[in-house]
Nanobody, 121 residues
Framework: QVQLAESGGGLVQAGGSLSLSCVAS????????MGWYRQAPGKQRELVAI????????NYADSVSGRFTISRDNAKNTLYLQMNSLKPEDTAVYYC??????????????WGQGTQVTVSS
């Protein structure tokens, strides 16, 4: 089992940037594909970005493609999400996830507690 702890959320003006981090402990970070999800008030949790074990493949939701970048440092057991050109609709709780990348897509397994991102207009 892996434990995940997100940090880096906060309040930012539209057009600004934030960088989220997620530190993993308790199991082998490099054994998992990783993802970032978000959940806005009154909405379902949605997948924002994923990255495979070695970092060679990434994929993004259409709503964030070109603005967000997912990356990982397996030596530091850390996942990152760089968010640029933020919009008010990016406001949500962001969750780090460890899982498996299968032929059918990303399969989430372990969740962090989440970090709040608020973008003001």
């Amino acid at each position: 089992q892996v434990q995940l702890a997100e940090s880096g959320g906060g309040l930012v003006q539209a057009g600004g940037s934030l960088s989220l981090s997620c530190v993993a402990s308790g199991s082998m970070f490099s054994a998992y594909a990783m993802g970032w999800y978000r959940q806005a008030p009154g909405k379902q949790r949605e997948l924002v970005a994923i990255i495979t074990i070695g970092g060679s493949y990434t994929n993004y939701a259409d709503s964030v493609s070109g603005r967000f970048t997912i990356s990982r440092d397996n030596a530091k057991n850390t996942l990152y999400l760089q968010m640029n050109s933020l919009k008010p609709e990016d406001t949500a709780v962001y969750y780090c996830n460890a899982g498996y990348y299968r032929p059918s897509g990303y399969d989430p397994a372990y969740w962090g507690q989440g970090t709040q991102v608020t973008v003001s207009s």
